[in-house]
């Protein structure tokens, strides 16, 4: 029987025979020949007629086997929770082909291993705000700035909390903003906003230095995407600073420093002058440091601001300035013990200038040892082994700052008098 819509034949019913003992349905979809088999013929002519609608508007569906059919139903309802689940819309057929394709270039390897492989390497960030995390950073570093008794901590905390004025400078000029929201333009708008381009470069490349350590710490936190790439803003580019002289004094200035000094000032000035110490390795150098190692000062990694072992040479006129103190054999050669001990240092220190009529200068001991040291030995390696710096430092800070002849006078500016040395007590505060 040929069933017919709108005069045109679309499908045949096929009776039973003795070849075949059901009633078969055929028709043609897609240039392609479908059979199906029934019982009756009441359910065949149900199924035919329904059919014959379906191949009139033009629609594939009929092409579908019944299993086929029925898994196309349950994708569309899974992809319809999906829908529910994520408000993403995507059709079966992007579905199928994508899936295709990523079984294809992972050969036989399931799909949901490559997924489970890809997020153990991959971060969500975290939304949080730039202030809170400047605060979250500055909290998670104070543990480092405290050390048990007798030890030195990790971190600096005068550097800790110069670190934090510049960080809430930096989120302050953001307010509101989440880390995540930041982009390289608003790096280049922080350097070049008030009062940081009035810095000098030197302070800028500080700014410059926090702002990068803030960064890692928040891409560690999930706070920022590790592929946030604004270290390479415009903003974030180094600075050299052609402006600073490097000051120090000359040998009178440094003779009526050590004549104007009494006790242990007078041998911390002297060391300064003599070795180089920093003023932070001043502060926790003891005597036992002085006189362990014969003709030379020890500056355990302990102490050093690097962290490394150095011995400074005890020149004979240091050796001089120091002999009336041999029978200081244990202490701190600094007699403040004070936390806010380098501030009181350095009020003592800017009294004594102002005693002895002499232009304070900034690291004034420290940069005159590495200028005269390296024109008396014109050898940077030296120089930077015993001031415990880089070669290249002091070639390019110290090189011709001053003669041969200066740096003998230097290192001749030997006692006049007995030194009048007073054993003053320690300095404690609350």
């Known amino acids: 029987m040929r069933i017919r819509h709108r005069g045109l034949v679309l499908a045949t019913i096929y009776a039973k025979s003795k070849a075949y003992g059901a009633y078969r349905l055929a028709w043609n979809v897609a240039g392609k020949r479908k059979l199906e088999r029934f019982r009756s013929y009441s359910q065949a002519k149900l199924r035919a007629d329904a059919l014959v609608k379906e191949l009139s508007k033009g629609g594939q569906a009929t092409a579908l086997s019944h299993s086929q059919a029925n898994d196309a139903l349950a994708a569309l309802e899974r992809l319809r929770q999906f829908h529910q ?37 991959v971060a969500t960030v975290k939304r949080k705000d730039l202030a809170e995390a400047v605060e979250e950073f500055i909290k998670s570093e104070e543990p480092r700035t405290k050390a048990a008794e007798g030890q030195r901590a990790q971190l600096s905390p005068k550097y800790a909390y110069n670190r934090a004025i510049m960080l809430r400078r930096f989120s302050g000029t953001f307010p509101g903003h989440a880390v995540c929201d930041l982009g390289k333009e608003h790096l280049d708008t922080f350097l070049t906003s008030k009062p940081v381009c009035d810095f000098s470069a030197k302070s800028r490349n500080h700014h410059r230095a926090t702002i990068k350590q803030l ?32 000051e120090f004094y000359t040998c009178a200035e440094f003779r009526t420093l050590l004549e104007t000094a009494e006790g242990p000032m007078r041998a911390m000035i002297a060391i300064g ?39 400074v040479e005890i020149c004979p006129t240091l050796s001089n300035w120091l002999s009336d103190f041999r029978t200081c054999a244990a202490g701190n050669v600094c007699p403040i013990t004070a936390k806010s001990a380098e501030v009181i240092w350095q009020q003592q220190f800017r009294q004594l200038c102002e005693d002895a009529k002499v232009t304070r200068k900034a690291n004034g001991l420290r940069h005159a040892f590495c200028s005269y040291h390296y024109a008396a030995h014109g050898n940077e390696n030296l120089t930077a082994q015993q001031a415990g710096n880089s070669p290249a430092m002091i070639h390019q800070h110290y090189k011709g700052l001053s003669t041969k002849s200066e740096a003998e006078k230097w290192f001749s500016v030997a006692p006049s008098q007995t030194a009048n040395v007073i054993q003053l007590p320690a300095v404690k505060t609350q």
């Open 85 to 121: 689940q994520t408000g993403r819309t995507i059709s079966l057929r992007a579905t199928v082909n994508e899936y295709c394709e990523a079984a294809v270039r992972l050969s036989n390897r399931p799909l949901a291993d490559a997924v489970t492989g890809y997020l153990s390497t």
């Open 215 to 246: 960064l890692q710490w928040c891409v560690r936190k999930d706070y920022l995407s590790v592929t946030h790439r604004m270290a390479e803003a415009d903003g974030m580019r180094p600075e050299h600073s052609n402006d600073c002289e490097t």
């Open 273 to 311: 002058g003599f070795a180089g110490l920093r003023s932070a390795e001043l502060l926790r150098l003891t005597w036992e440091d002085v006189w362990r190692v014969p003709g030379h000062i020890e500056i355990t990694a302990g102490k050093a601001k690097t962290r490394q072992r150095r011995l």
